[in-house]
């Protein structure tokens, strides 16, 4: 579903990312996992044209989304990215409509789906979500976890092939991660391919296939969650585990 080969990306003199390939197959779930700054939202936003790298190539559902450096033109990038669902950190709902509208309002405007069957639709996905009794509010009245589930109901509602995570927990409280975190794991358990940044530990070693290490802009390891969480090749992999899993306390 998605393959990429030889990205590299800079800013300005700053190389972010270094000669990437890298493979996401059908139903598979890829969580990327690193230190901040190590170039995983890069990697993730190049996937759907939101970053242009410099070189190298990126397929993503059947496409050439990225051909030497060179990005789609933009009608049949904007008809790709129907296929690829983004959740943000940001939940960037549109304020001024209602939870339900938020939902439908993707269908109807850029698919032409009738205002009757987009409804019924986004109720459907608020379901799945956990959040049918909210389709009236307004995005202002919810929770940060909330307001994320409708962000992925929406990513849903265009019926995409493949959905990119870019850290969707990491603007929450900690008691409101779980429940954004538990939608996700019904999307893996439904056979939806997912490409996930974060540094949810927990959510990478239960629910991905794959977890892939980046560090200074390269993947530099990548394996089951069982191999890169009890027996890591790369000293830079154990020393970023043994960071996040067993933080120091302060004194």
């Known amino acids: 579903m998605i393959s990429i080969r030889g990205l590299s990306k800079f800013y300005g003199a700053n190389q972010v990312l270094h000669d990437i390939d890298f493979d996401v197959a059908e139903s598979q779930v890829v969580v990327v996992i690193g230190p901040s700054g190590s170039g995983k939202s890069t990697l993730l936003r190049c996937c759907n044209g939101l970053e242009v790298a410099e070189s190298g190539s990126i397929d993503i559902c059947g496409s050439k989304l990225l051909d030497d450096g060179k990005l789609l033109e933009e ?13 943000f950190q940001s939940f960037n709902l549109f304020p001024h409509l209602t939870v339900l509208d938020n939902v439908a309002v993707g269908p109807r405007k850029l698919l032409g789906v009738s205002r009757q069957q987009a409804e019924t639709e986004a109720r459907e996905l608020l379901r799945k979500v956990g959040l049918e ?45 779980g429940e954004v975190l538990q939608v996700m794991k019904l999307l893996a358990k439904e056979g939806m391919t997912m490409m996930v940044v974060t540094h949810e530990m927990g959510f990478a070693r239960d629910v991905a296939d794959v977890v892939a290490v980046m560090d200074a802009g390269r993947i530099i390891e990548q394996g089951t969650p069982d191999v890169i969480f009890s027996q890591p090749k790369e000293a830079r992999t154990r020393s970023f585990l043994q960071a996040v899993l067993n933080p120091v306390s302060g004194s």
């Open 75 to 87: 009608r049949q990038l904007n008809q790709l990215r129907r296929q690829v669902g983004m959740v």
């Open 133 to 177: 009794a909210k389709a009236d509010a307004m995005p202002a009245s919810l929770s940060g976890g909330q307001k994320q589930r409708v962000a992925i109901a929406r990513a849903l509602a265009m019926k995409p092939r493949v959905m990119l995570f870019d850290e969707p927990t990491s603007a929450l409280d900690p008691e409101l991660v």
